[in-house]
């Protein structure tokens, strides 16, 4: 419950952080251009029967709009006079248009009123980056340095890959670290140089390997070798109430020799399988029932540990992190080398989040969509500063291109009317700005319920 509640906290705060500021950038412009602005909430103020729809609000004197916090956790709002958008206010738009309404406005303000939110959410991603880089540099293991190598799969061992290769890099460079970059880098190579037993080898790709197959294939396309030496035991789990003790190593599950952690995660999700197809408890219990081998620490003989998996099938042990078995590389940035590296790195996380968009039009990439659930739990258990910020960086660049979309309800579609406006001279008519925008909330709500759905599903077990 606390791990919970603390990722909870961290997921709530970086949400309305980036909504306020999103939503301030439409209200700094439309105050520009003496736009008036009727409502500028945080999160949702839906009212339930007679119930208020907001936790607070507040109306400055001499001001036009009340500023205010809803109850509904769900994004927020800037209301903008004669302006059609989710809250349909048709009886409004049916009336004279008065000097300041958006729709008085020319093209050009209007425009840069409805870029105003995502140029906020860019330049934050950028600024946090940069500060990112300032207070706390960089640190990472390089894949050069990582001498005990990788592990592969079969699809990629098809391609002359060999356990314990060592990824240096492609035609078009070298690699930085082990993450979602260089996945994205190998998809891509015709080439991909590795150091074998010291010597550099190159292998030969396709250049448009399917970079959904390669991380969400069990075991994945490649995986930094982890030996299967116990780093931590948790109390009363499975290991430490069958003696085993940090500094053991695992030599074998269920009779099979287990050479790595990643093997033995492997194998363990193979029995995730079998215990699905399960269909009474003793049928779970019995899946459940392994023999481990194990090695203490000094010793030279395996010892057959028997033992009962927890009801996820954990064996509750930690193995050595990469950070554990290297050296890891820092590189600090003075106030103004930050400023260019964190605008590179803000980049490149962009870069590849576009990239990668095409995914979500297949099978596999619609089942890998998620929601509420799943963007919290990528916040940590336990509180961390360095990581809040940057994952509040990654979700200010993901709200900013969610909301660039021309899809109509979200900036990027008022965005497209507008410019064509601006090249043809002519407005588009309200009937149909009012129907586009049905079909845009239509289109962002079926979305929602999807990736809710799949975290749901994900929760009960149904989907991995």
């Known amino acids: 419950m606390e791990v919970f509640l603390v990722r909870l906290l961290q997921f709530l705060l970086s949400i309305s952080l980036l909504v306020l500021l999103h939503e301030g950038g439409h209200l700094f412009f439309a105050k520009l251009f003496g736009i008036r602005v009727e409502k500028f909430y945080i999160f949702m103020d839906l009212g339930i029967g007679k119930w208020g729809g907001s936790l607070f609000r507040f109306k400055p004197k001499k001001s036009d709009t009340e500023y205010g916090m ?18 349909f206010d048709t009886e409004q738009m049916s009336k004279p248009a008065e000097a300041w309404e958006f729709r008085s406005k020319p093209a050009w303000q209007r425009l840069l009123v409805m870029i105003g939110g995502v140029s906020v959410n860019f330049i934050l991603a950028l600024f946090i980056y940069a500060m990112l880089m300032f207070s706390w540099g960089e640190t990472y293991v390089q894949t050069k340095d990582m001498k005990q190598g990788f592990v592969f799969n079969e699809e990629a061992k098809s391609y002359g890959f060999k356990d314990h290769d060592i990824l240096l890099g492609t035609e078009n460079g070298t690699f930085k670290d082990f993450g979602a970059k260089m996945y994205r880098e190998i998809s891509k190579a015709k080439r991909v140089d590795v150091m074998r037993d010291g010597k550099k080898v190159s292998i030969n790709l396709t250049g448009d390997l399917n970079l959904l197959d390669m991380i969400k294939t069990t075991p994945a396309f490649c995986l930094p070798y982890v030996p299967a030496n116990v780093d931590s035991v948790m109390a009363g789990g499975p290991a430490a109430k069958a003696g085993i003790k940090k500094g053991d190593k695992i030599v074998a599950l269920n009779g099979k020799k287990i050479t790595s952690s990643n093997q033995f995660t492997n194998e363990l999700s193979i029995l995730d399988d079998v215990l699905a197809a399960a269909k009474t408890h003793a049928d779970s219990v019995k899946v459940r029932t392994v ?23 954990k064996l509750a042990v930690g193995f050595p992190g990469i950070n554990t078995l290297y050296t890891p590389f820092h590189k600090s940035y003075g106030f103004f080398e930050s400023i260019p590296a964190g605008i590179k790195y803000g980049w490149d996380i962009l870069h590849g989040y576009v990239s990668d968009m095409k995914y979500v039009f297949s099978a596999d990439g619609a089942k890998s969509l998620g929601g509420f659930g799943a963007i919290g739990s990528m916040f940590p258990s336990t509180w961390d500063w360095y990581v809040f910020w940057k994952m509040t960086a990654f979700l200010s660049i993901i709200l900013a291109f969610m909301n660039i979309l021309p899809i109509p309800a979200l900036d990027g579609g008022h965005v497209l009317f507008l410019i064509y406006e601006i090249i043809t001279g002519r407005k588009l008519g309200e009937k149909f700005m009012i129907r586009a925008e049905y079909i845009g909330i239509s289109i962002l709500i079926l979305l929602m319920v999807v990736a809710n759905l799949n975290d749901i599903l994900r929760w009960l077990g149904y989907m991995h």
Do not use: F
């Open 70 to 87: 809803g109850w509904l956790p769900l994004g927020g709002y800037c209301k903008i006079s004669g302006m059609i958008d989710e809250s």
């Open 291 to 313: 023999t481990v081998g194990v090695i203490a620490s000094g010793a030279d003989s395996t010892v057959a540990k028997k033992m009962l998996l927890t009801p996820d099938l």
